[in-house]
């Protein structure tokens, strides 16, 4: 179904924000039929406050061979712990909460900068491409040849931007198997959040994304800084690895652990594998 007016809380920030969607009451509006699993866009209200969130009950989950371990629900609240760990804040307030349907996850629902024929304003610029070039302008990071019907080919691209950058250090830290354009949301104010981390925090390399055009370069300063950070917080007994250890395995922490110090290691974004296809599909 087309996506709902939304109904953003403006007073409330950070840990006001998380506990509204922890403790209020959900009302389901509608369903969101294009996803795989149950996603259901709700409210959530309390004590005079509203916002607009996503329900993504367990019991809605399709399951997944190669994610036989807890649910997807919790993979994507672990991911919200690891973005606020690095203090980027790319995941909107995510939450496990009870709900009409069971547990499941309640995230913040995002609301799209207007476009520019509703206000007349600048529109967002675009994030990915398809390019006849051989090779990217300026500007313009290369990802892959794509099949674009008829026999032909164009390059897809992705922005050389800052915030995409910061989102594919996240990926390689949360084994990130599901990086799609679609799951890019350019929010008011330029920010920029990822969403649907379900497929995460595998223990085996899956990484697959749409933001390659970084691979093999060199971390930036910030990057380095957080991936340090990250290391440190991750150690065993820390407040971070006792709520993660509410949502995934241990097996998949001390993997969480082996790649943040193999960033640390080789300072540089990491490469596809070879092992596992290295795009998601379909990629949007």
């Known amino acids: 179904m087309p996506a709902p007016e939304r109904i953003p809380s403006r007073s409330l920030t950070g840990t006001g924000l998380v506990a509204l969607l922890a403790e209020g009451e959900l009302t389901v509006l509608g369903q969101i039929r294009e996803a795989s699993n149950a996603v259901l866009y709700c409210t959530v209200a309390r004590d005079g406050e509203e916002a607009a969130c996503v329900y993504k009950p367990v019991a809605g989950e399709q399951p997944l061979w190669d994610f036989p371990d807890g649910t997807l629900a919790a993979r994507e609240v672990a991911a919200y712990e690891i973005s606020e760990a690095t203090g980027w804040g790319l995941v909107p307030p995510t939450v496990l909460r009870d709900g009409p349907y069971g547990e499941g ?22 994030l990915l491409a398809l390019v006849e070039d051989e090779e990217p302008a300026k500007g313009w990071k290369a990802v892959a040849r794509a099949e674009v019907g008829g026999g032909r080919t164009a390059l897809l691209v ?21 990086r799609k354009g679609g799951h890019l949301l350019p929010a008011p104010g330029g920010r920029l959040y990822g969403i649907d981390h379900g497929v995460t925090f595998n223990a085996d390399d899956k990484l697959r994304t749409l933001l390659w055009g970084w691979a093999g370069e060199p971390l930036t300063a910030e990057a380095v800084e957080v991936v340090e950070r990250l290391g440190t917080e991750l150690a065993p007994g820390t407040p971070l690895v006792t709520r993660l250890g509410e949502l995934i395995t241990e097996v998949e922490i001390e993997a969480l652990r082996g790649r943040v110090a193999g960033l640390r290691a080789t300072g540089r974004h990491p490469e596809p594998s070879g092992e596992w296809p290295a795009i998601p599909w379909p990629p949007v």
């Open 105 to 126: 996850m309640c995230q913040l629902w995002i609301d799209a900068p207007p476009r520019e024929d509703e206000d007349g304003g600048a529109a967002e610029p675009p």
């Open 158 to 178: 992705h922005a050389d931007d800052a915030r995409l950058r910061r989102l594919a250090v996240l990926d390689a830290v949360i084994n990130n198997g599901d």
